[in-house]
């Protein structure tokens, strides 16, 4: 009992000795690597140095290095660029290279937009698209085939001939049907639109259009003109009318006044001479 006792207590100081030392290395390591490191930090960083900019960020920034020239430089940003996609860890926010035909990506092995001279697919990026979908150069996305597909044919238009129904015993009849979904690149073309066949009807004649045309225009003039007949005939008899009664007025301004005729009766009465 007491030689367990004795090897467990060596045991426990050994592994103590081992963490103490891993630790001083590691404090070791970090001095050798960062010997500037500074707390008062601009840009985000939460933890720099003067040679190797930020080694650690603030809250929510993501950890990227950026290259210049022969050195990198560590950078906090908010946002990953393009090309990179961020990662979220508990003690660090870093920003990882998408690959290397992909332009942005939301893991490495989803990208979300492809490189000039790739097409996407399910967040891959392909060369050429893959059998039953075909490149799409406008989105250079692989994208299913459309085919072209039209409505049902309309009912027969009336039997025509030069665009009469009249005159003929034969002549053509047409039907039309719209493209209601035009097809891609790779598609099956639309058919025809249109189809007409021979037809034959009953023979009639057709109205002439000149002489209906002149009689109409016979009809409208001679109505025309007996409306302005009317019109001059109660014209004239207004004039004629105004005229004799300003000649009236006329008259009667013009004519003295007449004097009374004396009484006949007054001037044969008997004188009285008795005085």
């Not at 426990?12 to 390591?29: D, K, P």
């Not at 001095?31 to 720099?48: E, F, I, K, L, Y």
């Not at 021979?198 to 109205?207: A, F, L």
């Amino acid at each position: 009992m007491q030689l367990r006792l004795i090897s467990w207590f060596f045991i426990t100081l050994n592994f103590m000795e081992y963490i103490g030392s891993q630790h001083a290395s590691r404090v070791r390591r970090q001095g050798r690597m960062h010997p500037n490191v500074s707390q008062g930090c601009q840009g985000g960083c939460a933890t720099c140095s003067d040679y190797n900019g930020c080694l650690s960020c603030k809250p929510r920034l993501f950890f990227v290095l950026e290259r210049i020239g022969m050195k990198q430089i560590g950078v906090c940003l908010s946002s990953c660029p393009s090309g990179y996609y961020g990662t979220r860890y508990p003690d660090i926010n870093k920003c990882a290279k998408c690959k290397a035909d992909c332009d942005t990506c939301f893991t490495r092995n989803f990208c979300t937009k492809c490189k000039s001279g790739f097409y996407l697919y399910s967040g891959k990026c392909l060369e050429k698209c893959p059998d039953g979908l075909e490149a799409n150069n406008h989105t250079m996305e692989c994208t299913s085939i459309v085919h072209c597909e039209t409505s049902e044919w309309s009912p027969w238009s009336p039997c025509m001939k030069k665009g009469k129904t009249c005159g003929f015993k034969r002549g053509n009849e047409v039907r039309v049907r719209e493209i209601v979904q035009h097809p891609s690149a790779r598609g099956n073309p639309c058919p025809a639109t249109s189809e007409s066949r021979k037809c034959i009807v009953q023979r009639k004649r057709c109205q002439k259009e000149g002489k209906g045309k002149k009689n109409r225009e016979e009809k409208r003039k001679k109505s025309n003109k007996d409306e302005s007949k009317e019109t001059r005939q109660e014209s004239k008899g207004r004039a004629a009318r105004r005229q004799n009664r300003e000649q009236r007025e006329n008259n009667n301004k013009t004519q003295p006044k007449k004097r009374k005729a004396p009484n006949k009766e007054q001037d044969l009465a008997p004188v009285d001479t008795a005085h």
